[in-house]
């Protein structure tokens, strides 16, 4: 609500969640004006602040939130700030998207100054030099976290960027292979180095960096388990090892008993250090070297080519044709909910809801058997 000149005004976030606030200090020697923001959970704790803020003015001492501030400096505030409880690939991914697109296109505006459609412009700016859809819609969800982190500094009163819809994203049919498939690849990878990785990967869902990350001491064979405890990324021209992706993904994947016989035999012709899988000078496998030698057995296996990440989604798949349910496949892959696991693999499930959709006398029969 707007209140008489000079008392300041206040008005919900943008969002719904919590009170903003604004009052003018005085004007710039251009006669723009010089505000301060402040912000709450509730309109009284906002109009609070205001009064503390006009006691000031009236002392003398008060000063305009830093409306200098351009968005190229907020915005290194911000990853700074993130840089404390962010994962070392989720903080590459965010400066990377920071420094190629955003800063170069919204870093000279001034924060006070930004609007709706600046925000605009990044993205049609994006989608017209042949961005994906996707790219631009991370690009938005960064601006959108960096302005709430200045909106709750009082940096400025609102976060323009709120309502801004992202571009749609064309989903991508996901790529799997049948069970013939997987055969004649795991036949073509008999007797390589990597023939463990792949079949474990293709059983377990794992994704290559728990693979890589895997040591021996995580694997019980007593009680035919493995515990995902890391992963290895590649990040900044170098391997480093890390949590896994998500809370969820620190689990415990029950081993089949030809896994199991998998394992110890790539144990006993590889197993020269504590890592399960390692390169012949014991290191840690390179993720592009992986992927590399992948490429090359699809090839040879003559089977459709898919990313190394797909042989989770083949094993996903295979699950769910096994009337596995998504709870389990969840637990498995190491998903945060079931919920998001029905979502990703909806098409599979929906194949499976149709295959169950038999008549009375069909279900008697099966009963029956």
């Not at 049609?124 to 960096?146: E, F, N, P």
């Not at 940096?155 to 749609?168: M, Q, S």
């Not at 012709?269 to 699809?298: D, H, I, Q």
Request: charge should be positive; glycine fraction near 6%.
């Amino acid at each position: 609500m707007k209140r008489s000149n000079g008392e300041g005004s206040i008005c919900r976030r943008s969002n719904g969640k919590g009170w903003v606030g604004s009052l003018t200090l005085g004007h710039d020697e251009n006669g723009k004006q010089l505000r301060r923001f402040v912000s709450g959970d509730t309109q009284q704790e906002v109009r609070a602040k205001l009064d503390a803020i006009k006691q000031e003015r009236e002392r003398g001492t008060a000063a305009p939130s830093n409306a200098r501030l351009t968005v190229a400096e907020a915005v290194d505030r911000w990853l700074t700030y993130k840089a404390r409880d962010l994962r070392l690939t989720t903080m590459t991914d965010y400066r990377t998207h920071c420094q190629k697109f955003i800063v170069p296109k919204l870093g000279s505006v001034r924060l006070d100054k930004l609007t709706a459609m600046h925000v605009e412009d990044l993205l049609v700016s994006m989608l017209d030099s042949g961005q994906s859809a996707a790219r631009a819609t991370r690009c938005l969800k960064i601006v959108k976290m960096a302005l709430s982190q200045a909106v709750d500094w009082e940096l400025v009163g609102r976060n323009v960027a709120e309502r801004i819809k992202p571009p749609k994203v064309q989903r991508q049919e996901m790529k799997v292979w049948n069970p013939a498939e997987v055969q004649r690849f795991l036949t073509a990878a008999e007797g390589h180095r990597y023939h463990a990785l792949f079949y474990l990967a293709l059983v377990s869902g794992m994704r290559r960096g728990e693979m890589l990350g895997l040591r021996w001491s995580d694997v019980d064979t007593a009680r035919a388990q493995l515990t995902v405890a890391r992963s290895v990324v590649y990040v900044a021209g170098g391997l480093h090892v890390s949590e896994p992706k998500t809370a969820a993904g620190k689990r415990v994947i029950t081993l089949s008993p030809d896994v199991l016989e998998v394992l110890t035999a790539h144990r006993l012709t590889y197993g020269v250090n504590e890592l399960v899988f390692s390169s012949s000078k014991g290191n840690f496998l390179n993720p592009s070297n992986v992927a590399r030698k992948f490429e090359v057995l699809c090839q040879r296996a003559s089977v459709p080519h898919i990313r190394f990440h797909d042989l989770r989604h083949t094993s996903a798949s295979l699950l769910i044709r096994s009337n596995v349910s998504a709870k389990v496949v969840s637990d498995r892959l190491g998903h945060a909910d079931s919920g998001f696991t029905l979502r990703t693999y909806v098409h599979v499930f929906d194949d499976q809801r149709r295959a169950a959709a038999l008549s009375l006398g069909e279900m008697l029969r099966e009963a029956g058997d």
